[in-house]
């Protein structure tokens, strides 16, 4: 019924321009409200909270093999894509052992103001043998989420493979930004239907007017997109550029979504198909979101990773 009256406001405009469109669509969905925060106020923290849960993880796949540190830091709902979505028990638990080293560094990081979500990003190195031919190279987005004991665990996890990267990544690491007001929520669930409702949006503008306008309007400034076979593109213009000389369509639908209790950073993930062409190939998506000084939902990171055609 949400996204049915969505669709319905959104046809009774078409007479308007395509950049008009998309921004009341984005704007209906930011989801801010007076009634949506409560008055108790968050107690700093630092992204430095997640900085160490991965440096911990690292250390951890190090000692105990890629099976066991994942099952240790595993939040009882985390995912990873093996291509689909399955938990991460039930993906590690059904195996014997992974073999190979796997070593990764953080190098874009993000924290929200409540310090119950957040994720780091950067490049991997996976290698099963003993030369420089059995390296395989890469890009990873792990999402993160507190538990009852206000421990980081990882909630979801996934990557992307491409050639040996030429240049170093520059580092990245944000604190929440104090000048913003972010107060806890008082309704989660309603938190969690408005930043689905807005992904929703997303994904019916892009397929059904235009997949570079809808990422014009909704991308960060300084936002990050993360394609197989590609290294991580930075910044919209990169982003837009890509898209445009590409020349690709997206249709997506969503699947699952979160927001941190402090309204200031979100994640969302689904199914899409992305054509080029006369070719359709079938990817899983992982957005995160990030809320700016209006009040709008902006796409931060967004991450395909491929799944075999039908």
Known sequence: MFRHKIIT???KILFMSMKNIIRVAAIALTGYTASAFAQTPL??????????????????????????????VADPEGIVFKPNAIKITDFYNNIVKQSGTLRWE?????????GDLAFTAGPYIYQNGKT???????????????????????LIDLGIMHPEP????????????PNKKVEISKDPFNGKKL????????????STLSTLATYKE?????????????????????????????AITISAETVNAGRAISNDLAYTYGRARIKKGNIVSNY?????????????WNILLEIFSAVEND
């Open 9 to 11: 406001k959104l046809t």
């Open 43 to 72: 107690t700093p923290v630092t992204v430095n909270k997640v900085i160490i849960a991965e440096e911990n993880f690292n250390k951890s796949v190090a000692k105990k093999g890629i099976k066991d540190a994942f099952l240790e």
């Open 106 to 114: 953080p190098k874009f990081a993000r924290i929200s103001a409540g």
């Open 132 to 154: 420089d031919d059995d390296k395989l190279f890469g890009d990873y987005v792990s999402i993160w989420r507190v538990d009852s004991d206000n421990k980081l665990k990882l």
């Open 166 to 177: 030429e240049e170093q990544v520059t580092t990245d690491f944000k604190d929440p930004d």
């Open 195 to 206: 930043i689905v409702g807005t992904d929703n949006t997303f994904n019916h503008t892009a």
């Open 218 to 246: 909704f991308l960060s400034p300084e936002g990050r997109f993360y394609f197989p076979g590609f290294e991580p593109m930075t910044g919209q213009d990169k982003i837009l550029k890509f898209i445009q000389s590409e």
């Open 284 to 296: 899983n998506y992982v957005r995160i979101w990030e809320i700016d000084s209006t009040h709008k």
